[in-house]
């Protein structure tokens, strides 16, 4: 099997993934003591309790959930994180659509052949789920309850969006699950080792640290286990933080699950594009949807190189976008 771990900032590639399941991190623990009548005018009101969703975040996830606030105000300032489609300003032909596909579903960003994660372009074979997908959506104690249902609710939506382009079927599910989808604050990220280890003995310390040791500049990331002889991915596991605010959260939300299905680089020739390390576009844009049906086409098939798809891309790429003028 072949690993691959992929991340918004910077964006993680190809490793052998690990399913996860996660365990709460935190537990909230009382001792309960009774008094005489007479001694309850002196006794303090009892502490309330909270349920975990109120559980009071730790001070490095309430500093995570200011310094996110802080990067969208920034970037937003600076015109970045759109939500259009860049229609207006960034056309695109079908030779720019070709040759974005071909980098960003053919190469990893990183490589761990050496035991390490280590910033390197390297050309794989053309990967994508044949099975199913099945996401099972886990939130850890620093998600409210009633944001748990607008979760549930938009990443429904956004699966459906999905499974139209691509053909292929991909849903929420509670059991079968093949996909699995975290959000957590970084306590709870950081705890996850013992449950990776226990599911995925075979995974490399480079894969695990760069899970449970996700950097500041790392925003969210997704690890998927591919089967090399065939080329079929197989699991993917996928941790978004929960200090983010709501636009940088529903862009890892966008940009996770899409590179989970098969489109594991970033390229800066991409535009409009969340495949690119630039931040300009939040959400899934017109070329991105163009990659993901192109990506899912029957003409192309798991385990062909770049240069037995690339005729195929091209023509693909043409009836999408028409021909370069």
């Known amino acids: 099997m072949a690993r691959a771990p992929f991340s918004l900032i910077p964006?993680?590639?190809?490793?052998?993934?690990?399913?996860?399941?996660?365990?709460?991190?935190?537990?909230?623990?009382?001792?309960?003591?009774?008094?005489?009548p007479q001694d309850r005018a002196t006794q303090p009101p009892p502490a309330r309790v909270l349920p975990p969703e109120e559980a009071s975040p730790s001070p490095a996830s309430k500093a995570l959930r200011s310094y996110y606030a802080g990067v969208q105000a920034e970037l937003l300032s600076q015109g970045l994180m759109r939500t259009d489609t860049g229609a207006k300003d960034a056309p695109f032909s079908a030779?720019?659509?070709?040759?974005?596909?071909?980098?960003?579903?053919f190469f990893d960003e990183f490589d761990s052949s050496s035991g390490?994660?280590?910033?390197?372009?390297?050309?794989k074979r053309l990967r994508r789920w044949?099975?199913?997908?099945?996401?099972?959506?886990?939130?850890?104690?620093?998600?409210?309850?009633?944001q748990r249902a607008i979760e549930?609710?938009?990443?429904?939506?956004?699966?459906?969006?999905?499974?139209?382009?691509?053909?292929?079927?991909?849903?929420?599910?509670?059991?079968?699950?093949?996909?699995?989808?975290?959000?957590?604050?970084?306590?709870?990220?950081?705890?996850i080792g013992p449950t990776v280890r226990r599911t995925d003995p075979?995974?490399?310390?480079?894969?695990?640290?760069?899970?449970?040791?996700?950097?500041e500049s790392t925003y969210c990331q997704v690890t998927t286990s591919i089967d090399d002889s065939t080329s079929l991915i197989e699991r993917a596991f996928a941790v978004v933080r929960a200090e983010h605010p709501d636009l940088l959260h529903l862009s890892?939300?966008?940009?996770?699950?899409?590179?989970?299905?098969?489109?594991?680089?970033?390229?800066?020739?991409?535009?409009?594009?969340?495949?690119?390390?630039?931040q300009e576009f939040a959400l899934l844009t017109p070329m991105d949807e163009m990659m993901l049906q192109m990506l899912y086409d029957k003409r192309l098939t798991p385990g062909m190189t770049l240069a037995e798809a690339r005729p195929i891309i091209d023509q693909l790429a043409e009836s999408l976008v028409g021909g370069d003028s």
């Open 252 to 278: 890892c939300l966008h940009e996770e699950i899409s590179q989970g299905l098969g489109l594991p680089n970033d390229s800066p020739q991409a535009r409009p594009s969340i495949f690119n390390d630039d």
């Open 130 to 146: 044949q099975k199913p997908v099945r996401v099972g959506l886990n939130f850890g104690e620093a998600v409210p309850q009633k």
């Open 152 to 191: 549930r609710a938009r990443v429904r939506s956004f699966l459906a969006r999905l499974t139209r382009l691509t053909g292929h079927s991909i849903q929420l599910a509670d059991s079968g699950v093949n996909f699995h989808l975290h959000i957590l604050n970084t306590d709870e990220i950081k705890s």
């Open 202 to 215: 075979s995974i490399g310390e480079a894969e695990l640290d760069s899970i449970i040791n996700m950097p």
């Open 95 to 105: 030779r720019m659509l070709a040759n974005n596909f071909a980098r960003i579903a």
């Open 11 to 36: 964006p993680a590639n190809t490793l052998k993934g690990a399913i996860i399941m996660i365990a709460s991190a935190g537990f909230l623990t009382g001792c309960v003591t009774s008094s005489g």
């Open 116 to 123: 390490r994660l280590v910033a390197r372009s390297t050309e």
